[in-house]
Structures are given as structure tokens and as C-alpha cells.
T-cell receptor
């Protein structure tokens, strides 16, 4: 059974810092991995999707990497801003559905 | 207008009541999903549908039922609500994941359900 873990559960950093969020999964047989952002009480917004054949994807200040063999993905956020404060979730897609991690709650201090 | 809409956004009900949550999408996607989110447990899949005639149970379907009325509409029902069904419910859609499509999931804004 696929399990997805995100560490740390919460993180506070000063504005301007570069940071890395981690996602690990137990079954490497995945189709893709998706990173989401969730603001309090709101829905999820897709940030990046990495296909199983890809190693990384970039969008603006965000870079996501995928290492299937080790069951790990990282989300790199460059030059963090207070507006980046949110919960970040990763989800891996197996044969027919996504399994979600419990998220990392990020707070960027001004 | 939002691509994925959910109604109602908030609902308070009593134990034993029947509740229906509705989801509509304008993205033209064939796949639709219902999740619930609980603190510390992440999102868990309740039901999913890959087209109008294809409905499947997710990991926590007990106590729930669904109806795919059209490609664009997918509703979730709680036949007899109980307090531990208090949660944030999300509808999501994705494309088929075939060819050039990516199966990216797009979420609605959520419905906060409280069962007293």
C-alpha cells in the first residue's frame, strides 16, 4: 500500500531564505507526482506536476525534483516571500488514484 | 468563473439527516473525484468516476454514495450523517491522462460540513 510522508510538518523561515520541502513515498511504481498549495480553509492549487519519466519541473521560483528509485521528491522555493505562507502537499498517482501526504505548513516571516 | 464549483460551501446538520454535496466543472474533464480532509490525516479518496458510467469506491466509501448525473456533475450523498463525517470535502477533476494530457488534478473550493 502506497504511503506518502512529508517532513517537516511545519516550518518557519525568514523572508528571502531558500528552502526545501520533502516528500517521500513507499512504492516507486508511480505515474506522476504533483505538488499543491493550500491556503487556510481553501481548496488546493496545483503548483507542479512531474511525470514518472521526468527528473524535475520548474515554475518561477519553484523547482520540484523526483527520484523514483529512492522514493523521494523535493520542492525547492527560492527567495521565499510572506505570500508563500501556506500548506504544501504532495500527491503521487498510482494506477488509478492519487495518494496525498499530510502536508508541510510553511510560514514565511516578514 | 471558477472551473470547479461546489455547493454548499458550508453546511451544519444533525445526526441522521441526509445531505447532498454537489460539484460542477466547466473544464470538460472526464474524471471526477470526491475527497475528505481531516486535520492530521491529509486528503482521503471517497469515490471517483472516470466517466458517466464508471464509478468506483475509494479508500473510505462507507457511509457515502455518489451520482454522476452528467460529465460535468458529480454529487456526494451522506444517507444518514454522523458526527465523525464532520470534515472538509473537496471535489476534483482531471483529464484522461492519455496522450498529451497530464492527469493534473484541479480542485474545487471545498465544502465545510459539520454534523452535530
Amino acid at each position: 500500500k502506497q504511503e506518502v510522508t512529508q517532513i517537516p510538518a511545519a516550518l518557519s523561515v525568514p523572508e528571502g531564505e531558500n528552502l526545501v520541502l520533502n516528500c517521500s513515498f513507499t512504492d516507486s511504481a508511480i505515474y506522476n507526482l504533483q505538488w499543491f498549495r493550500q491556503d487556510p480553509g481553501k481548496g488546493l492549487t496545483s503548483l507542479l506536476l512531474i511525470q514518472s519519466s521526468q527528473r524535475e519541473q520548474t515554475s518561477g521560483r519553484l523547482n520540484a525534483s523526483l527520484d523514483k528509485s529512492s522514493g523521494r521528491s523535493t520542492l525547492y522555493i527560492a527567495a521565499s516571500q510572506p505570500g508563500d505562507s501556506a500548506t504544501y502537499l504532495c500527491a503521487v498517482r498510482g494506477t488509478y488514484k492519487y495518494i496525498f501526504g499530510t502536508g508541510t505548513r510553511l510560514k514565511v516571516l516578514a | 468563473d471558477a472551473d470547479v464549483t461546489q455547493t454548499p460551501r458550508n453546511r451544519i446538520t444533525k445526526t441522521g439527516k441526509r445531505i447532498m454535496l454537489e460539484c460542477s466543472q466547466t473544464k470538460g474533464h472526464d474524471r471526477m473525484y470526491w475527497y475528505r480532509q481531516d486535520p492530521g490525516l491529509g486528503l482521503r479518496l471517497i469515490y471517483y468516476s472516470f466517466d458517466v458510467k464508471d464509478i468506483n469506491k475509494g479508500e473510505i466509501s462507507d457511509g457515502y454514495s455518489v451520482s454522476r448525473q452528467a460529465q460535468a456533475k458529480f454529487s456526494l450523498s451522506l444517507e444518514s450523517a454522523i458526527p465523525n463525517q464532520t470534515a472538509l470535502y473537496f471535489c476534483a477533476t482531471s483529464d484522461s491522462g492519455k496522450g498529451d494530457s497530464t492527469d493534473t488534478q484541479y480542485f474545487g473550493p471545498g465544502t465545510r460540513l459539520t454534523v452535530l
